[in-house]
């Protein structure tokens, strides 16, 4: 095999492939899969002077009937190919950042710039802009062989790299929340992003490359969401790429931000001694957002039995998973399985998680005057299904208020199950909470 390194311009490889010059060999390529957004990302990239990878092309001489002919195979780069030729013929037009930004998706530098082929397609272009697309260098590599089975074998072996996943690709991207999950959950090759000490010693390790920087994305999006108020997101890879497009202005002096990191610090101090296996993805989102619940309405006296909660979640985990059967099954193992990226299966796992620690950890107010702790609201809250109990109509978290069924000011005490989700107009007061209570009590007699 003789391969030679050559620069075509894009005019003279789109005019080969015109005159039928430049082939695919459909027995083992690909037709065309690139979706237009990708073929116009491509093409703003040329425009803007980015750099395209290596084209690797197979050259091939005919003779027949004492003729000859020369053209080439591609070995890689059809797709680049594809996007630049259908380009060329006017195809398509190219993305307005602005105007397309809920489907382009370009970082905010590059919104602030002008773009003169915003919107245009090849022939709307300025004679300046045309040139310069048809006058880009593009690197190519020669391949010279008798073999068919040698050049199909290079094409294999291009094709046998690992290409970056899902999460390599958010790391490549520009923008606030790339930092945040960077500076929380590390990356071992860059000095500066060591990682909290959270992820890097009580996170489960896998095989996917980048799983604790996705499991980083996860986490920040529910806490910086306030999901635990009735914002829960997918966490799907389309709703992750999309969340990190709408933080791209997200800074590290936010205060989320900061008291993310006072969260995540007072996780290594709730598992400080634990001798248990590290935790798995669903049990760090779990965790963090309930140690973020009890932060700051709750005393500490909570932290001694965190282990003891935790283990004994675990366990009762672990039995019904392995029988598939009972209420930890149900509630929260099958959970874990299908959909288990799903906003309504986070959201039911941590209900039925937080009520089960809260159960054992049994927090104190730090101050007894007020009603209900972030925690209980969120129990009660979902235990009520997020729905009003005087109007039965949804209830947004901004308009949420507890209502004492058995009255605080009649020694109605402040727990779970003497409270009662309402709209604060809905709340009831005087003869209504009386009328309110008796109602309960018939329907709770009832077994309803």
Known sequence: MIHKPEVM????????KKNQMLKVNSEYQRGSVWSKTQQKKLIDSVLRGYPLPMIYLHYKEHEVAGMKSQSFEIIDGQQRINALFD?????????????????AHFPQFIKDNPCPWAGCDYIGLENMLKEKFDDTPLSCVKIETDSEDEARDLFIRLQAGLPLNVQEKRDAW??????????????????????HDFFNKWVKKTNFRGNTRQLCAYVG????????????????????????????????????????????????????????????????IHIILLLDSLYDDYTKSWQK????????????????KKNKTGEYWVNYGMLTQASANHAATVQLRHKFFSEKMFEILKPVLKDKTRSFGQLER?????????????????????????????????????????????????????????EFRAKRLKMKNLGT
């Open 87 to 103: 380009f060329s013929q006017g195809a398509f037009k190219l993305f307005d950042p602005i105007k397309d930004e809920e489907i």
């Open 305 to 320: 039995d965190f282990i003891l909660a935790f283990d004994s979640f675990r366990k009762s985990n672990f039995i019904n």
């Open 174 to 195: 520009p923008g606030g929340f790339t930092e945040f999950v960077l500076h929380f959950a590390g990356k071992t090759d860059i000095p500066r992003y060591p990682g």
């Open 378 to 434: 969120e129990i009660i809250y979902y235990r009520d299904d997020r729905k009003c109990q005087v109007c039965g109509v949804d209830i947004n978290w901004n308009d949420l208020e507890i209502h004492h069924v058995d009255e605080h000011q009649n020694g109605g005490e402040t727990e779970i199950n003497n409270g009662a989700s309402v709209h604060k107009q809905c709340h009831p007061k005087g003869q209504a909470a009386v």
């Open 9 to 16: 311009k894009v005019k003279d490889l789109l005019n080969l």
């Open 221 to 284: 999006m529910l806490f910086l969401r306030n999901a635990v108020k009735g914002n829960w997101i997918d966490l799907r890879i389309k709703t992750v790429d999309d969340f990190y497009y709408q933080q791209l202005s997200l800074d590290m002096k936010d205060l989320r931000v900061q008291r993310f990191d006072k969260i995540l610090n007072l996780t290594i101090e709730c598992f400080n001694g634990y001798t248990g296996k590290k935790l798995s993805d669903h049990e760090v």
